[in-house]
């Protein structure tokens, strides 16, 4: 082989390896009819054709944004919209990371199982656990609420998904932002600039349902935070949480080079007790509720 020949060989044939790898399972695994579906690939998965796919990816959209409380919608939205190529380009950015790689040899999970709460309460007050389950508490939110994962068809992408899915509250403690519909929106734009994941990039257009005083709050504040800090910041896929518990929480976020954003709970409770004269509303101090949430 000549000189120019070995060149175009040497350029052309890494391309075509990624395109084979991609491209080629996806058309394998749905040129099928819904009478002839083929086998399950691993537990739970539910095989799609491309039209079923679309019809999905199109009705969990439309019913994420009708209420963005439906994580059912948003996590099919999610597994819908994933192949064929961000979940891969997610998957080939953990292989390319030694630590990346290690969880996907060792398959943890995150559940109140495998990670005991009682335990991580104990922590150092500052330690990376102790955030974690000092958020989880202070937000009425437990682990086990992930939906498993089964639309999509690579076994191991399909872990790479629900791996993400499962570490996303471990996202929120780290910028602390809770669990509300604003709070969602600016960690999902942080995660689209980070992940490339479309779900993410999607979900930010339910800044629709807020007020105009919250949307200005996203636009001024939080989207640029999430952005900057997204890009900037390394892949947060590649965190093996299990074994940073101990770890103290700022030394990890300058590690990943992840700022923490002003607090938005203080942030919108500051806000209320301005508009109302630094009281609870009337309203609320009569029936004696606070003004979070």
């Given at each position: 082989m000549?000189?120019?020949?070995?060149?175009?060989h040497?350029?052309?044939?890494?391309?075509?390896?990624?395109?084979?790898?991609?491209?080629?399972?996806?058309?394998?695994r749905?040129?099928?009819?819904?009478?002839?579906?083929?086998?399950?690939?691993?537990?739970?998965?539910?095989?799609?054709?491309?039209?079923?796919r679309?019809?999905?990816?199109?009705?969990?959209?439309?019913?994420?944004?009708?209420?963005?409380?439906?994580?059912d919608?948003?996590?099919?939205?999610?597994?819908?919209?994933?192949?064929?190529?961000?979940?891969?380009?997610?998957?080939?950015?953990?292989?390319?990371?030694?630590?990346?790689?290690a969880?996907?040899?060792?398959?943890?999970?995150?559940?109140?199982?495998?990670?005991?709460?009682?335990?991580?309460?104990t922590?150092?007050?500052?330690?990376?656990?102790r955030?974690?389950?000092?958020?989880?508490?202070?937000?009425g939110?437990?682990?086990?609420?992930?939906?498993?994962?089964?639309y999509?068809d690579?076994?191991?992408?399909?872990?790479v998904?629900q791996r993400?899915?499962?570490?996303h509250?471990?996202?929120?403690?780290?910028?602390?932002?809770?669990?509300?519909?604003?709070?969602?929106?600016a960690?999902?734009?942080?995660?689209?600039?980070?992940?490339?994941?479309?779900?993410t990039?999607?979900?930010?257009?339910?800044?629709?349902?807020?007020?105009?005083?919250?949307?200005?709050?996203?636009w001024?504040?939080?989207?640029?935070?999430?952005?900057?800090?997204?890009?900037?910041?390394?892949?947060?896929?590649?965190v093996?949480?299990?074994?940073?518990?101990?770890?103290?929480?700022?030394d990890?976020?300058?590690?990943?080079?992840?700022?923490?954003?002003?607090?938005?709970?203080?942030?919108r409770?500051?806000?209320?007790?301005?508009?109302?004269g630094?009281?609870?509303?009337?309203?609320?101090?009569?029936?004696?509720?606070?003004?979070?949430?």
């Amino acid at each position: 082989m000549n000189g120019i020949g070995r060149t175009i060989h040497l350029t052309v044939a890494p391309l075509r390896s990624t395109c084979d790898r991609v491209l080629r399972p996806a058309c394998s695994r749905r040129c099928f009819s819904v009478l002839g579906r083929p086998r399950p690939n691993y537990e739970g998965h539910v095989p799609l054709t491309a039209a079923e796919r679309a019809t999905l990816a199109v009705g969990s959209a439309v019913a994420s944004i009708i209420n963005p409380r439906r994580a059912d919608m948003i996590a099919a939205l999610g597994e819908a919209t994933a192949t064929p190529y961000f979940i891969y380009r997610l998957r080939d950015a953990m292989l390319s990371d030694p630590t990346g790689r290690a969880i996907l040899r060792e398959r943890p999970r995150i559940t109140s199982t495998t990670m005991s709460l009682s335990y991580l309460r104990t922590l150092p007050e500052n330690s990376v656990g102790r955030t974690y389950a000092s958020w989880l508490d202070r937000e009425g939110v437990s682990p086990d609420t992930r939906d498993s994962v089964k639309y999509i068809d690579d076994e191991e992408c399909a872990y790479v998904m629900q791996r993400y899915r499962e570490c996303h509250d471990f996202y929120h403690a780290l910028t602390g932002l809770p669990v509300f519909v604003e709070g969602e929106v600016a960690l999902k734009a942080f995660e689209f600039a980070n992940t490339l994941l479309p779900m993410t990039g999607l979900s930010i257009v339910a800044m629709a349902k807020l007020k105009p005083a919250e949307r200005r709050r996203i636009w001024s504040t939080y989207l640029p935070w999430a952005l900057t800090n997204g890009l900037k910041a390394k892949e947060v896929i590649n965190v093996y949480w299990e074994k940073e518990l101990e770890r103290d929480v700022d030394d990890l976020r300058l590690e990943l080079e992840i700022e923490k954003p002003v607090d938005l709970r203080q942030t919108r409770s500051r806000n209320r007790r301005g508009r109302w004269g630094g009281t609870r509303r009337p309203d609320l101090a009569e029936a004696g509720l606070g003004s979070n949430g």
